[in-house]
């Protein structure tokens, strides 16, 4: 259980005194030092009282060690958005951090993406990807960038690397919007995404390449999601042919219809 080692490092965060502490909650120091050095364990009352002090779910403050967290899942959990627990399923993302102290973007290579499917939850494996940098990003967000495969979401080119921010609450998850995702069965997969999780508990995935028919994914074989935020290649996208050829046929309709009406002012 971590709970005392939580409430310590919460106090110290905010950068509250036991004495700071203990008058909010209408408690007595020693008794708050107590909860912190594990000396005494708190009833019911005093759990609910330290959740509303900190706005933190009870199960948090008991099973998560909080120290561990990244500034950006931390500052989800102080904003409100406590969803690290689905029902007794607990989630937490393991995440590396720079020599500041920043958190690392961390690179899922092509030739990483099957382990990544297994270590996802590994900090040994995730310590062992290559990891950067992007200065135009929220250092209060979680990014992580993967490079994709195939010719399902052209006019992205095949091998391109595409960058997402951590989604904490799939709630929030915008219909027709791109995310990449972490499922049981199919891996990393770059997708449209229709959210359905909350009628029918599961996502419709769409390609941008209209040869590929849209697939249902449920919520059980999800691992992870992650917002699309850009992507990187090599290679120029394909021109949209379909356009040009519309185009095309838009100025020849205009030429006719100009000559239409000099021949009518003749």
Do not use: C
């Amino acid at each position: 259980m971590s709970f005392n080692t939580n409430i310590r490092f919460l106090r110290k965060r905010r950068g509250r005194t036991q004495d700071d502490v203990a008058f909010a909650l209408g408690m007595k120091r020693s008794t708050l030092s107590g909860y912190e050095n594990q000396i005494a364990q708190p009833n019911i009352e005093a759990l609910i009282a330290f959740s509303r002090y900190f706005n933190i779910a009870i199960d948090t403050l008991l099973k998560v060690d909080l120290s561990n967290l990244g500034e950006s899942q931390l500052s989800q959990l102080e904003r409100g958005h406590d969803v690290y627990i689905r029902g007794s399923s607990l989630r937490v993302l393991t995440t590396t951090v720079d020599s500041h102290n920043n958190e690392n973007i961390e690179l899922v290579e092509e030739k990483a993406k099957a382990g990544y499917a297994t270590g996802f939850a590994d900090p040994e494996y995730i310590k062992v990807l290559p990891a950067f940098q992007l200065p135009f990003l929220s250092r209060n967000k979680k990014y992580r960038s993967f490079q994709i495969s195939g010719d399902s979401m052209l006019p992205i080119p095949d091998k391109s690397y595409v960058t997402g921010e951590y989604v904490v609450d799939w709630a929030f998850i915008r219909n027709h919007q791109p995310y990449i995702i972490l499922t049981r069965e199919e891996g990393v997969v770059f997708k449209i995404v229709e959210n359905k999780l909350s009628d029918e508990g599961k996502l419709v995935l769409h390609s941008l390449n209209p040869l590929y028919e849209p697939f249902e994914l449920p919520a059980t074989e999800i691992q992870e999601v992650w917002k699309f935020v850009h992507y990187i290649s090599a290679e120029l996208p394909e021109p949209n042919r379909e356009k040009d050829v519309l185009s095309e046929t838009v100025k020849q309709l205009q030429k006719e219809v100009h000559a239409i009406q000099m021949r009518l002012n003749l």
